[in-house]
Every structure is written in structure tokens, then in C-alpha cells.
Antibody
Framework: QVQLQESGPGLVKPSGTLSLTCAVSGGSIRSSDWWTWVRQPPGKGLEWIGE???????NYNPSLKSRVTMSVDKSKNQFSLNLSSVTAADTAVYYC??????????????WGQGTLVTVSS | QSVLTQPPSVSAAPGQKVTISCSGSSSNIGNNYVSWYQRLPGTAPKLLIF???KRPSGIPDRFSGSRSGTSATLGITGLQTGDEADYYCGTWDSSLSAGVFGGGTKLTVL
């Protein structure tokens, strides 16, 4: 069974870059899964940030696309998220997840526990 | 404002049945499979339903999903206090080329 674990700073300054890593265990990042980031701001619902395939192909949320970069490190079996020019509106619990995405199918079957990132000076 | 519309809250008594709706459009629910997630307090979301009506291994058959046109529905029978959680629908939006979620529905088991 795939297990995912997020890591990264819990506090980021405004205008800075939020950087998170998700370590994958129990499975290979070279599998057919899409590796995904989802966030949940306090008191709000889930927001899809984007996804990356092990080949490096990506899909990003159009509302965040200009600020998001995702990457895969096959040697470490992990993937990462960078979100630049952050503001308080980016404060959220960030989840990494593994998903299936082909044709008309899109869903996530494994999730990390989530990590709270606060944007504040 | 979410692309998919869910009621903010629903409630029912233990042992009863509840349904949660998820309304979208032809670019998302109308032409792509829907999934449903349960987020218990303080925990990560958990996949309940995928491809409209399929349950992952380990999910009891008290949980069911359906889709009709541009709307989807999650059904939960035999409600238990442990079912109190936030429930989210999700799907791909072909026009946006993006994944979208509903705003979430808080289930209270009275």
C-alpha cells in the first residue's frame, strides 16, 4: 500500500516561495499514478493545485498556474511543490496524493496526512 | 466559489439514510467520472466512491454513488455517528483542463 508523507516549512513569509516535498513509500513514483497536490484553507473546501506524472508532464490549476511548479525526483521516490509569491490567502493544509487520471477518469486513492503552511511575517 | 455545487450541510438520525448532491455542467460531471471523498475531523480525505459508483476495497456498501446528467449523488444508509464528516465530490473539468471539487457538505448524525 502506497504511503505519502509531506514535509517542508510550516511558516513562509509573504512574497516568499512555499516549498513542500512528498515522500512516496510502498510504491514507485514511476508507476502509472499521477502525483497530486491539494490544499484546504482554514474553514474552506478542497482546492486542487495540480498534478505531475513521472515523465514530468504536468497539469496545473489555471488560477495558480503562474505561481506553481511541480517536479519529480525519481532517485528519491518523491515529488515536490513550489508556490511562489505567496500571500495570506495561501495559508492552508497542503495534502499530497496519488491519483488515477486517464480519459474521463480522475480520482485519488492515497493521501498524505497533510501539513499546515501558514503565510505570515 | 466552487465549480461543483454541494449543499453546505445535511443531517439525519442514526440508522437513517441521507443523500448528498453535487451539481455541475457538461464540461465536468456531464462528461467525466465523479469521485467522492470523506474527510473526518483532523484526518486526510479518504476515497469513498470513484467512477461514479465504484467502491474501493474496504468501503462498506452503505456508501453508494450515482450520476444523472450533470449531477451526482452520494448515498449513505444505516447512518452511524462515525459517519459525521465533511464530504466532497470531485471530477475533471474538460473546459478548464483542471480538477475541480465541490465546496463540501458537512454531515451531522443527530
Amino acid at each position: 500500500q502506497v504511503q505519502l508523507q509531506e514535509s517542508g516549512p510550516g511558516l513562509v513569509k509573504p512574497s516568499g516561495t512555499l516549498s513542500l516535498t512528498c515522500a512516496v513509500s510502498g510504491g514507485s513514483i514511476r508507476s502509472s499514478d499521477w502525483w497530486t497536490w491539494v490544499r484546504q484553507p482554514p474553514g474552506k473546501g478542497l482546492e486542487w493545485i495540480g498534478e505531475i506524472y513521472h515523465s514530468g508532464s504536468t497539469n496545473y490549476n489555471p488560477s495558480l498556474k503562474s505561481r506553481v511548479t511541480m517536479s519529480v525526483d525519481k532517485s528519491k521516490n518523491q515529488f515536490s511543490l513550489n508556490l511562489s509569491s505567496v500571500t495570506a490567502a495561501d495559508t492552508a493544509v497542503y495534502y499530497c496524493a496519488s491519483g488515477t487520471h486517464y480519459s474521463t477518469t480522475w480520482y485519488f486513492d492515497y493521501w498524505g496526512q497533510g501539513t499546515l503552511v501558514t503565510v505570515s511575517s | 466559489q466552487s465549480v461543483l455545487t454541494q449543499p453546505p450541510s445535511v443531517s439525519a438520525a442514526p440508522g437513517q439514510k441521507v443523500t448528498i448532491s453535487c451539481s455541475g455542467s457538461s464540461s465536468n460531471i456531464g462528461n467525466n467520472y465523479v469521485s467522492w471523498y470523506q474527510r473526518l475531523p483532523g484526518t486526510a480525505p479518504k476515497l469513498l466512491i470513484f467512477e461514479n459508483n465504484k467502491r474501493p476495497s474496504g468501503i462498506p456498501d452503505r456508501f453508494s454513488g450515482s450520476r444523472s446528467g450533470t449531477s451526482a449523488t452520494l448515498g449513505i444508509t444505516g447512518l452511524q455517528t462515525g459517519d459525521e464528516a465533511d464530504y466532497y465530490c470531485g471530477t475533471w473539468d474538460s473546459s478548464l483542463s483542471a480538477g475541480v471539487f465541490g465546496g463540501g457538505t458537512k454531515l451531522t448524525v443527530l
